[in-house]
């Protein structure tokens, strides 16, 4: 459950790192004369919410991956052969999303040139990184897809067995692992894969349909925050009732001891 936690500071600050980003491009779409000559100001305000995007990408799959594990060898799972470590997910989730710099800059030997006209990161980079961009997130998407899967089929039968235990709180991880992998697939993977037709499709460009992928990144986000607020709120009550009931029983031992005595 700690992922959802930091999953959520991981949209909070996506979020933060997105606006600026949304800001400078509806000024330069108004006022083109005025911000041309800060162009370059796309890659700079763009690179720290993408790389946010791909750390929250390696958060999610595994989330994913996690409930998987769970549901399919739970006794395994219980005794702790597939526990991931929390520290090893945080680094791993960080370090891919600093590695784009990395490989733009390095790698790709991109130089800070933004084409004029260009409004959008993916007309402002090179071949090189665009192929690198359109490449990890296809493979991360798709394996969380088959993961997805993998789970729906999992719960479908277990909620059909009759005999088999259910334990509430791993229904519900598994449940909000499943709406968090849809709202992935839905509001980040498709505006990406969209995104990544542009070059060839004129249809799926920033000048037909607008800035649709950051759009759709942070109404996932929203959803996100949602649902994960709502499942952490609906926890609290049943905790809060499970202390009163403890400390009722407590007193009420405490109680009859005394007048026994």
């Known amino acids: 459950m700690r992922l959802f936690y930091y999953r959520f500071v991981l949209d909070i600050c996506f979020g933060s790192c997105l606006f600026p980003s949304l800001l400078y491009l509806f000024l330069y ?6 911000f041309e000559p800060y162009r370059n100001l796309i890659v700079t305000l763009s690179l720290p919410w993408s790389n946010l995007a791909a750390a929250r990408s390696i958060v999610a799959l595994s989330i994913t991956t996690d409930r998987v594990l769970a549901a399919y060898f739970p006794i395994a799972y219980r005794t702790g052969k597939f526990v991931m470590s929390m520290w090893i997910i945080l680094t791993v989730s960080v370090g891919f999303g600093l590695s784009e710099e990395l490989v733009l800059f390095e790698f790709c030997g991109y130089e800070l040139n933004v ?3 260009c409004r959008v990161l993916g007309c402002a980079v090179n071949r090189c990184f665009f192929r690198f961009w359109t490449l990890h997130k296809t493979t991360i998407f798709l394996t969380l897809a088959i993961l997805s899967i993998l ?5 479908l039968l277990w909620f059909n067995d009759k005999n088999a235990t259910k334990n509430s709180q791993i229904t519900k991880a598994n449940r909000l692992a499943l709406l968090d992998t849809i709202v992935v697939l839905i509001f980040d993977f498709s505006p990406s894969l969209l995104g990544s037709l542009s070059m060839t499709a004129s249809f799926f460009s920033f000048e037909v349909v607008g800035p649709y992928i950051g759009v759709c990144k942070a ?7 949602i649902i994960v607020s709502t499942f952490l709120i609906s926890r609290k009550p049943k905790q ?22």
């Open 29 to 34: 779409v108004n006022f083109p004369e005025t």
């Open 115 to 117: 084409p004029v006209g």
């Open 151 to 155: 789970l729906s089929i999992r719960l």
């Open 219 to 225: 109404t996932g986000c929203a959803i996100e925050a």
């Open 240 to 261: 809060l009732k499970k202390i009163i009931v403890g400390k009722a029983s407590m007193s009420t031992k405490n109680t009859f001891s005394v007048h026994t005595k």
